[in-house]
């Protein structure tokens, strides 16, 4: 059915191309501006203006700390960016690590080879993980232990979105998106013959080494092709103490006593030598590598290009201790993946038509002691067929359909049903400027299937309809200045983990209970923020609220069953509440162009369960501070963030220590901002720190890296 379905998708797109008017179109295909290239003279530093990357009305962003503010004309709810020297600077495998450092964006920290990102205190199906706006068509939502199958060492540019904007994607806007953007199909023709984009780095923590190379070659006058790899590899991860935290090494103390007691020191002995590790984190070692290519015809009435991608990820879990000797788990991860994009220049109503089609076979195997146990299987196609209107005066906006399947099966550890996921969807987004004030709305509808397999009586599965709608509304009563406000109503739909999990998963080291008999989780989200630059300023501040019923959430029991933790779903009321805050003000700045800027930031989010108090793995108050120096060659910034303690969690779970990292990094441009090499010296976690995120299931055994000293080399010539 998948091939099928491909197949078809494929065709339409090139009888639609086949059939476009060229003689209205533009010379290039008008897709979105391409992201500014890595470590190019496109990219933009901190505090810094972008005079090359515009939107579709040609106004230029400003970049501050990662987010993209413009005082004119913006999204109502601006999204998060991260591009050029510092995604270079962030390079790491997992896209959860690369994003951690953004407003409001942590990681599930779950292992160093498996971190997806945590927006606003969500995770897992919350938060929809794509490239370029299809998803990754892997297993990461279904378990904190799967990594994301995205090459992120040849990602151009990663944006996080929140507000009605999402619903071009999702029915649950609460959480948000990351979109990571690539130019795996070309969009536009190269402007020199060949293109090649580089990048290299090792660091200390884990002796790693990401390296990862990109070639663009215009074939003919409207034929461009596109070639990338990508290779990572790390050692046990070294940090700054104790691997256990204190109220855990506690308990575990205590139960190695009793083990004395009763007559097993074989016991006490292994769970002593866990309790008391010191300086690595075993067994948290990875490695992958990735290449792909792609083809595209481009000419004045669109384009039509294919791509595929061959993805492997290998990488250990961080064992709990145990009275059991060590069996260390390791994941080994596979994806094929097939992309196809075709857009065709209409020059009516409607000025633009994209396809974009995507099938990905992925598997994943749990080892143990070399032997693959549980496996798991997931193919996916995803489609989607958007619809951009033409402007006429300050309307605008764009309308599609979306089509979704997912095949999942497992062989091995009976944790949950094989199942098959389906979903169909439309939606509209329209936006409309009128003077100072622009307005913008978002309907999308969605009908989502869950189909169990050996459930006998209970195959016939569930079945569900979302409805999902945003509104905002934007004043620019100065073209410095933009306050808007954003309100949504998201649904979402229980996946088939949630439904039907039931079973001790050994590489979450956790026994988890599902319940078939949930209903459609409803979320109401009102956003409010103020935007603001100047010559020597730019901030944005961004307070939101979130009531969810029947919200999701797996809560530790205090059982534990074969001595792993027993986490039971349940479902019912929730409460988000939350604040971003971030400012840059170039303290100095000389007529050569060189600045200093100070900059600083700061998130939270307080979120509690109805009649159940915390919930689960929130992360704490962050405040940073920093200063950057910017000149034409060299680029300085040092920074220290506070993370503050986490008191609030939940019954069975320990509170997280407070702690603050020092980093600090230099770029050298030995050519000048527009020269083709940067190198890049940076610092994380200076003073060695022992911290531990509050996103993280196995935080208790799995710290963060110690001092990391890092150096990068980007390449475009």
Known sequence: MHKSTLAASTALSAVLLAFSNPAIAAAEDPASPAPAATGGPQAASPGQISTTQTDDAGHAPIVVTGRLISGDRDAIVAPVVINGEDLARRAAAQIGSVLAHLPGVSTSGFAPGASRPVLRGFDGPRVQVLTDGLGALDASSVSADHGVAIDTLNVEQIEVLHGPE????????????????????????????????????????????????????????????????????????????????????????????????????????????????????????????????????????????????????????PPRPSPAAPDPVSLSLRQTRYDLRGSVNLGGFFDRLEARVAYGDY???????????????????????????????????????????????????????????????????????????????????????????????????????????????????????????????????????????????????????????????????????????????????????????????????????????????????????????????????????????????????????TGSGPAPRIPPLRVRGGVTYESDRVGANIEAIVHARQDRVTTYENPVGSYTLLNANVTWRPMGKNGPLALILSGDNLLDKVGRLATSETRDFVPIAGRDIRLTATLKI
């Open 363 to 609: 598997t994943h195997a749990e080892i143990e002691d070399g032997v693959a146990g549980t496996r798991f299987f997931n193919k996916s196609i995803e489609s989607r067929f958007v619809l951009t209107q033409a402007r006429h005066g300050g309307w605008r906006g764009e309308s599609g359909i979306q089509y979704g399947t997912r095949n999942f099966r497992i062989e091995g550890e009976p944790l949950l049903p094989n199942s098959v996921t389906e979903r169909i969807a439309g939606f509209t987004r329209q936006q409309l400027s009128l003077g100072p004030v622009d307005l913008e709305g978002s309907l999308r509808g969605e009908h989502v299937s869950v189909k169990p397999k050996g459930l006998g009586a209970n195959d016939s599965g569930r079945s569900f309809d979302l409805f999902a709608a945003g509104a905002g509304i934007a004043w620019h009563p100065l073209e410095s200045v933009t306050l808007s406000l954003a309100a949504t109503h998201g649904e979402r739909a229980p996946t088939a983990e949630e439904l039907y999990i039931d079973g001790l998963h050994d590489a979450t080291q956790s026994y988890e209970r599902g319940n078939p008999a949930f209903r459609i989780e409803r979320s109401n989200t009102v956003e409010a923020g103020l935007r603001y630059h100047s010559d020597r300023f730019a901030g944005a501040f961004t307070a939101y609220a979130t009531d969810f019923s029947n919200f999701i959430a797996p809560i530790p029991t205090g059982e534990r069953i074969e001595g792993a933790p027993v986490y039971q779903y349940i479902q019912l009321p929730a409460k988000f509440r939350g604040l971003e805050a971030e400012g840059s003000w170039k303290a100095l700045t000389w007529d050569d162009g060189r600045s200093l800027s100070l900059e600083s930031a700061v998130d939270y989010v307080h979120a509690s369960l």
């Open 166 to 317: 999402v619903l071009l994607y999702a029915a649950d806007p609460a959480g948000g998106a990351v979109n990571a953007l690539d130019r795996r199909i070309p969009r536009r023709m190269p402007d020199k013959p060949i293109t090649v984009n580089a990048l290299g780095a090792y660091g200390s923590a884990a002796d790693s080494v990401n390296l990862g190379g990109a070639v663009d070659v215009a074939l003919a006058p409207r034929l461009a092709a596109h070639f990338d790899a990508s290779y990572n590899r790390a050692g046990d991860v070294r940090v700054g103490g104790n691997v256990v935290s204190d109220p855990l090494r506690a308990r575990l103390r205590a139960e190695a006593d009793d083990l004395t007691a009763a007559g097993d020191p074989e016991g006490a002995a292994n769970l002593t030598a866990g309790l008391d590790a010191r300086g690595r984190l075993a067994n948290s070692w990875a490695r992958g590598s990735a290449f792909g290519g792609g083809l595209a015809f481009i000419d004045s009435g669109g384009s039509l290009g294919v791509s595929v991608q061959r993805l492997n990820s290998d990488y250990g879990i």
